[in-house]
């Protein structure tokens, strides 16, 4: 499997982005796939993830209520949509999958099997 984010830019604090990521590859509807961001000067983290059938997310605490992590198997996608943009989340955002982790455990990983590269996303006081 291959990632392509997209979706990133710039945006006022309170605003909306929607980012995208195409997998590339037959097994992507079987897969548990995630978001993590990395702001300057910190380490990457988690931020969200979903499970093969989109039946189950988790959520970073501090995007809950805010984000929303979604997929269309038929389409290979997984989205994140961020509303009530703050500072805070400006980050590169990357998605990710590993074929031998589940979504639930995804929460506490640091590392996956395979990273896209990234998007920037900017929020602007």
């Known amino acids: 499997v291959q990632l392509q984010a997209s979706g990133g830019g710039l945006v006022q604090a309170g605003g909306s982005l929607r980012l995208a990521c195409v997998a590339s590859?037959?097994?992507?509807?079987?897969?548990?796939m995630a978001w993590f961001r990395q702001a300057p000067g910190k380490e990457r983290e988690f931020v969200a993830s979903i499970s093969w059938s989109g039946g189950s997310t988790y959520y970073t605490d501090s995007v809950k209520g805010r984000f929303t992590i979604s997929r269309d198997n038929a389409k290979n996608t997984v989205y994140l949509q961020m509303n009530s943009l703050r500072p805070e989340d400006t980050a590169v955002y990357y998605c990710a999958a590993d074929p031998l982790s589940t979504a639930r455990a995804m929460a506490r990983q640091v590392s996956m099997a395979i990273w896209g590269k990234g998007t920037q996303v900017t929020v602007s006081s």
């Open positions: 590859g037959r097994t992507f509807s079987s897969i548990d």
